[in-house]
């Protein structure tokens, strides 16, 4: 390195490491032991030294503070760039590590209920032929005005005769680069509205919230990680917005229906595709019953948005037919034969609710079939289990009742099946009985069943027992809508010990977890739906297949999940199933190892297996190999909570 480069190097070092310590002492954000960094356990920063994260202030914080269209139409926005404790950047990573690119969109909403109309578009050529498309800019003029302030103004003039009564919107995404202090790339994005004229905002787009995305999708960052929000996806994807290639919609009530429904999608089940993008997503399928709307299109009690009913009450071709894309609106195929030319009739028939489950109305026509208030529902309760004792056969005392509380005769069920493992240390096998024909007091409800298998003579510890069930009922007899559903109740469960205190098994996932992305858990016909009702059959010892292969709980749920299944959300936030940092090591004591005739280890030991389920590589197996020895797995020695390869800090981003 010449000598002149160097000492430029040395000096400017200084120099920012003086300007830094200067705001940080000013600001009085200096990390320390009663100051904690703001940060997740997700985030590579929050593993950081405390030096570095004093120097560095990882993390990007957008926020537009004002906007501002002149006479000529040219368009100023100033915008604040800080860390998360609001301290101000350095946009050119000079006084503060790490440069900041940021990019901006603008466009108007033309009146209520109407989606963003870009001001900003571009040109594409493709097999579609020449489109034009909403975009953004990032080569206008930037004017610094404080410490992490920043006007910018638009080389895109806003055009004469604009509608100044309009909401109007504004967004800035972008990035921080700081992965050579292995910290990452960190992303933002941010959005102003307002109305030209000076009036409050009283038009808005706001049909669904980005938490509402993160329940699936983890932490939203589309086209290279900077777009965020909900927010900011609305002023691209509008319907002036085909895709240069497939010259399909690109709007987000069309795009977003499609890419969700995907497998499912009419066109696709009669043997199209659908490519948007150079992306085909004709294998995605939605992790949630399809009907199920408002998995997405939350409640405005639970997420928020402002419109967050539009689903339901704006019925429209757009929206509509993305999902039913076998419908032509023009002639009236598979539309009951009659054509809609426009969107003002929709709601004449398809009202927001109508009188019964499944009818047309939209509400009617999504009912989600376990959530029917046609179904008298079934609901279990375990109340006790006797006889829990080496060699004994358990009794359980059950109880079963409709929604209402009231006693359900068992005569009337379908399926009923009662199990039994243990001990819950970890399970080694189960016991599955049906118990159809179980007795007890006649209008009660209560009932009692005493397995024909016997616990081991040698059984200890606590020992699981559930129930599963359902009645196959039929509605709207005798109509069109008539159907058939298999109404079952949600799985209970009971622990009782052979001896000592009752310990339930560990809890690695919760249904409530599942139920963010998967809306109501309804594997083998509804049956299981709840997490630890999965532990009965998914034991370290079951194998099934041709050829064999482990169905061990952790083996199957993160095989399917890292697969081409198409996973929506994170791979590397394990949190974002796990609970109560279940994914940390080490694990507890006693595990068993899990029967895996595929795997290179067979058995494989508790830690790996669970780790290699998804790190499936020739490599990572040599490496839990050469790291496991009579005495055991030494995975926690650098893969422990507080090592230097925590699974935490190796899975941050």
């Known amino acids: 390195m010449p000598q002149g480069e160097g000492l430029m190097r040395i000096r400017r070092a200084g120099m920012l490491t003086i300007s830094t310590l200067a705001v940080l002492i000013a600001a009085g954000v200096l990390l320390s032991a009663d100051n904690p960094p703001p940060f997740s356990p997700a985030d590579k920063a929050f593993y950081a030294d405390e030096a570095t994260v004093n120097f560095v202030r990882p993390g990007l914080v957008f926020t537009i503070t004002k906007a501002e269209i002149a006479a000529d139409g040219t368009l100023n926005v100033w915008v604040k760039m800080t860390d998360p404790r609001g301290v101000g950047l350095d946009r050119m990573g000079v006084e503060t590590p790490g440069p900041i690119s940021a990019s901006f969109l603008v466009g108007y909403i033309p009146g209520p209920d109407k989606p963003y109309v870009s001001y900003i578009t571009r040109t594409r050529t493709g097999a579609a032929g020449t489109v034009t498309q909403a975009t953004g800019e990032n080569t206008g003029t930037w004017t610094k005005v404080g410490d992490g302030e920043y006007r910018y103004t638009f080389v895109n003039k806003i055009p004469a005769g604009y509608d100044r009564t309009a909401t109007h919107t504004v967004a800035i995404y972008g990035s921080r680069n700081l992965t050579e202090f292995d910290l990452g790339t960190n992303y933002d994005d941010a959005v102003y509205h307002w109305v030209p004229d000076g009036s409050?905002?009283?038009?808005?787009?706001?049909?669904?919230?980005?938490?509402?995305?993160?329940?699936?999708?983890?932490?939203?960052?589309?086209?290279?990680?900077?777009?965020?929000?909900?927010?900011?996806?609305?002023?691209?994807?509008?319907?002036?917005?085909?895709?240069?290639?497939?010259g399909v919609s690109t709007s987000m009530q069309v795009m977003i229906h499609k890419i969700h429904y995907g497998a499912n999608l009419p066109s696709v089940r009669a043997g199209g595709k659908y490519i948007v993008g150079g992306r085909d997503y004709s294998a995605v399928v939605f992790p949630a019953p399809a009907m199920a709307c408002k998995s997405c299109h939350e409640e405005q009690k639970a997420?928020?948005?402002?419109?967050?009913?539009?689903?339901?009450?704006?019925?429209?071709?757009?929206?509509?037919?993305?999902?039913?894309?076998?419908?032509?609106?023009?002639?009236?195929?598979?539309?009951?034969?009659?054509?809609?030319?426009?969107?003002?009739?929709?709601?004449?028939?398809?009202?927001?609710?109508?009188?019964?489950?499944?009818?047309?109305?939209?509400?009617?026509?999504?009912?989600?079939?376990?959530?029917?208030?046609?179904?008298?529902?079934?609901?279990?309760?375990?109340?006790?289990?006797a006889d829990v004792a080496p060699g004994r056969s358990p009794t359980v005392d059950f109880s079963i009742t409709d929604k209402r509380g009231k006693p359900v005769d068992i005569r009337t069920l379908t399926s009923l099946r009662i199990y039994m493992a243990g001990p819950t240390a970890d399970i080694p096998s189960y016991v599955r009985e049906t118990a159809l024909t179980a007795q007890g007091p006649e209008g009660t409800g209560r009932y009692f069943w005493t397995f024909a298998a016997k616990l081991p003579a040698d059984a200890s510890g606590t020992w699981q027992f559930g129930i599963e069930g359902y009645r196959t009922t039929t509605v709207l007899e005798g109509t069109l809508k008539q159907r058939t559903i298999r109404d079952y109740g949600p799985n209970a469960m009971f622990y009782?010990?052979?001896?000592?205190?009752?310990?339930?098994?560990?809890?690695?996932?919760?249904?409530?977890?599942?139920?963010?992305?998967?809306?109501?858990?309804?594997?083998?016909?509804?049956?299981?739906?709840?997490?630890?009702?999965?532990?009965?059959?998914?034991?370290?010892?079951?194998?099934?297949?041709?050829?064999?292969?482990?169905?061990?709980?952790s083996t199957m749920i993160h095989e399917i999940h890292s697969a081409e299944i198409g996973y929506p959300g994170i791979l590397s936030n394990c949190s974002q199933c796990h609970t109560g940092n279940s994914q940390m090591l080490p694990l507890r004591q006693g595990l068993l190892p899990t029967r895996n005739p595929q795997a290179p280890i067979n058995p494989t030991p508790p830690a790996t297996n669970a780790c290699l389920s998804c790190h499936n590589t020739p490599q990572a197996w040599s490496h839990a190999a050469a790291n496991t020895t009579a005495l055991g797995e030494s995975c926690s020695v650098c893969h422990g909570t507080n090592s230097t390869y925590s699974v935490g800090k190796v899975h941050a981003r």
């Open 200 to 246: 409050p905002v009283k038009v808005v787009r706001d049909i669904v919230r980005t938490q509402s995305c993160n329940k699936c999708h983890s932490d939203l960052g589309f086209h290279g990680g900077a777009r965020k929000s909900m927010e900011v996806c609305n002023l691209c994807h509008t319907p002036q917005t085909p895709s240069r290639n497939e």
């Open 496 to 553: 009782a010990s052979v001896g000592g205190p009752v310990e339930p098994r560990r809890t690695v996932v919760t249904t409530e977890k599942c139920n963010q992305c998967h809306y109501v858990l309804e594997f083998h016909g509804g049956n299981r739906n709840d997490a630890q009702m999965c532990t009965f059959c998914h034991h370290p010892n079951l194998t099934a297949g041709t050829p064999a292969r482990s169905w061990n709980y």
């Open 303 to 385: 997420a928020g948005a402002a419109q967050a009913d539009h689903w339901m009450t704006k019925p429209n071709r757009e929206a509509c037919g993305a999902c039913h894309d076998n419908v032509n609106f023009e002639t009236g195929q598979n539309h009951a034969g009659i054509p809609q030319l426009s969107d003002n009739l929709c709601g004449t028939c398809h009202q927001p609710k109508g009188e019964i489950d499944f009818d047309i109305s939209v509400a009617g026509a999504h009912t989600v079939p376990i959530e029917s208030s046609l179904l008298d529902g079934i609901r279990f309760k375990i109340n006790a289990v």
